[in-house]
């Protein structure tokens, strides 16, 4: 019996009920979209109540998640745990472990144990990890070994993964005669890609979709099913060759939905800002309301060092035009693994553009964190200023570092300039 | 003979030649632009070649201004010229010399010697300031003292002024019917209602607008008439106050410009991410096209800290909508005031949405440093990459301290399992 099999069946389950309760709406309502496949709660039948239940989908909260993971080139499970703790602190809602250096296996349960967040995998990173480590290639891997490697991140606890069952003959084939600038940024999806040239075989995760399906049934996790040809620059964006995958994805969400798995749609990428939302209804409409999972998107490609704030633009309006789960992008993107200052930055602007989106798409109550802050402000309570902001301590630290001598109640900005003082003695007048 | 004057004449001016070839475009352009009131040139006829010509407005690159200045609680000279300085290099296209602390006149002068940037100043403040030094009240300030400070700042070669023309009687008085959860939030729009309230007289510079517009025929300097009733805090967006300013500054600027005077228009402010655009739409149309430039807006109330984060969220979407001129800022917004690794930071946010937005509005040429960053990616030239982006050292120093050891040529982030090379490799199977 899975979430989506309950949520049919008008059962509202205690996963349902904690995830309604932490951000209180009616579990009825996190039923209801659960059953219409317009939301979806990752989790995982081996989980218990350390890990948090929550809700990704229509008219619920846009959802953060941090990637972490380990490379090659930093391979060290105490820094990814460091790194997990940091996202936590932050206000993530769940964890991406994207390791793909290191004994994978150890690192994935330890993030396991360490957080009480939701964790989502790329299965297929450690097929390619394992193939190298034992001297052989990706595309000597057998369809069954992917398999076992989907599986086994099912039995640790995983709760959603991305799987790039999008990347067809077809569709690669729709990429090569159109021709790309950067063709695939995707190291999923270029790895599937690679596979299927070598071997002149199909996408092992679309012509044996109902395998996976079996196991998403077994163990409840949610598929995250992955762009694999998403465009990796703005020239690139929205071409036959990304449409062509969302469409096949959306079939499969279909074909997944109609068995009792939960599945969300992964989107973009790199994006025009005048072509965000637009995209967003695309998908959200070819998907069935399927609840869409972006990365970014990244509105220009210049800003590496600060792409945690394109990231942040494009994800705004991403949200506020319907999209329910933002992945978040650091300042390290494009240029090496990301630390845990750059893991904690990450979230903060995630966390805004959320924000930012639920206000403008209406979410029920985010508009009055907006007036308790405004409120504070008016009264000149910096105290309760810190303490609403989406970064407590470091509203705190500014505040204290920058103590006024002039006029203990002002800033030192304005010092007995204050707009807020002048104002109330101009109106009183 | 003012640059409007001239280009109503059909001239191209010295000033029209260096704008425009700055950012590469016709002069043609820039002249039928200030011709039309949809495009300015702030300058004064007190300034050299030393000082930078920048065009504003439609069609051109949407540009960035850096706040700095002093206040009571930190007026020292140097640190202001040191922040002049960082913007400058960081990549703004105009500062505005906000002090409200110390030897305003000396501070001003040593900033327009300092910058090559066009300056701008908010005269209100000095007139407020010279009051407190000699122990009366801003409300004792007479209408002479205040023009008087506008000519001095004219004279001292300030190219464009924020003049809260639009603070009338009437506007107050909606204000005060509607209620607000903020009130007034501008420093200027504030001490003009407080001295119009205490002698019951009306807005000065709304009263005896000629005069203002007499002095910028003299010394040719830009109107940027202020918006005093700007929303602070997203509850209060949009609301009547702010609109009927709006209408009041609309009038003017045509008044202004049948005259010969150039005018750009300022912007709120704190606006809801889903009322940015229409925000942008009609300011542009009750304003004849003038030129629009906004401070933010900000999208949420909650991030301090972070705010140079929400004001690119809104100032991005801004400039795809048509605002052709944004004011940074900085992450010590609401809290301090900002030192210069704050204008670096908030200069930086700044020229990432303008960009972002000059993409998405379809700025002649502006793509393209998009698509040469790409084409950077796609050859694995760090080199290249770091001096396209926008922030070069940044995206330097993070290269260098990240080099990747297990593959020199990809990154820490992915180390051997480089998406570029998987995928080069799977295309060309």
Redesign the interface.
Known sequence: MTQLKAAVDGRVTTEMKRAAAAENVPAETVRAGIAEGVTVLPFNEKLDERVRAVAVGKGLRTKVNANIGS????ADVRLELCKARVAEEAGADALMDLS??GDLHAIRRAILRETSLPVGTVPV?EV??RA?DEGREFEDASVDEMFDVVEEHARDGVSFMTLHAGVTRYA?ER??SQGR???????G???M??WM??REAENPFYEFFDRLVELALEYDFTFSLGDGLRP?????ANDRAQITELLALAELAKRARERGAQVMLEGPGHV???AVAEHVRLQKAVGGGAPFYTLGPL????????D???A??GG??AA?AGVDFLCYVT??E?????GPEDVRLGV??SR??A???D???GVVGA?D???E???A??SLDWKR??E????PA??AR??SE?A???EAET??????????K??????A?
């Open positions: 490379s090659r080139d930093h793909t250096g990173y390619a990890a190298e690669v990429l090569k600038e950067l063709d695939i940024v995707s190291r999806g270029a790895l890609a690679g040239a070598r990796g620059c703005l020239a690139d025009p800002l005048n509105v220009t490609d210049v800003a590496p060092g600060y945690h704030i394109t942040a633009i705004a309006v506020a300042p390290a494009h240029l090496s693994l990301p903060i602007a805004i553009a924000h930012a989106g206000v403008a798409k508009a964190w907006d007036l802050m405004s409120r402000r008016r200023q810190a609403l902001a989406v970064d470091e509203a500014r505040r920058n006024p001598k002039v800033c030192t900005m304005c010092s007995n300039m204050c707009a807020i002048l104002s109330e003695k101009a109106l007048e």
